[in-house]
């Protein structure tokens, strides 16, 4: 059974830097992707990262490009995300969660097969 865990999450201030990991299991091969999602309270979850693993193809949402940098690690089988000048509107819970192969839709929940459990990232301004 594929399984993912997400970790990393914790309190930052303004302007600093987190980094979150997503540990992937139960993959046979590297055809699937990892996109990070994010909800804040009171808000709809979104997608504003994904990587497709075997290709190192990364999509951003216009909100965190410049400042968030996904990337993985074969070898550990985790797929980073790299966050750096957080803002307080970062502060949310951030899920991982992962699609058979390449979804072109990457930033919809819908697409995707398979979901950690969230960590909670909050930034005081």
């Known amino acids: 059974d594929v399984q993912l865990q997400a970790f990393g999450g914790g309190l930052v201030q303004a302007g600093g830097s987190l980094r979150l990991s997503c540990a992937a299991s139960g993959f046979t091969s590297d055809s699937y992707s990892i996109g990070w999602f994010r909800q804040a309270p009171g808000k709809e979850r979104g997608g504003i990262s994904c990587?497709?693993?075997?290709?190192?193809?990364?999509f951003y949402a216009d909100s965190v490009k410049g400042r968030f940098t996904i990337s993985n690690d074969n070898a550990k089988n985790t797929v980073y995300l790299q966050m750096n000048s957080l803002k307080p509107e970062d502060a949310a819970v951030y899920y991982c969660a992962a699609a058979h192969d390449n979804p072109i839709l990457w930033f919809l929940g819908s697409e995707y097969n398979y979901w950690g459990q969230g960590t909670l990232v909050t930034v005081s301004s």
């Open positions: 990587l497709y693993v075997n290709h190192g193809t990364t």
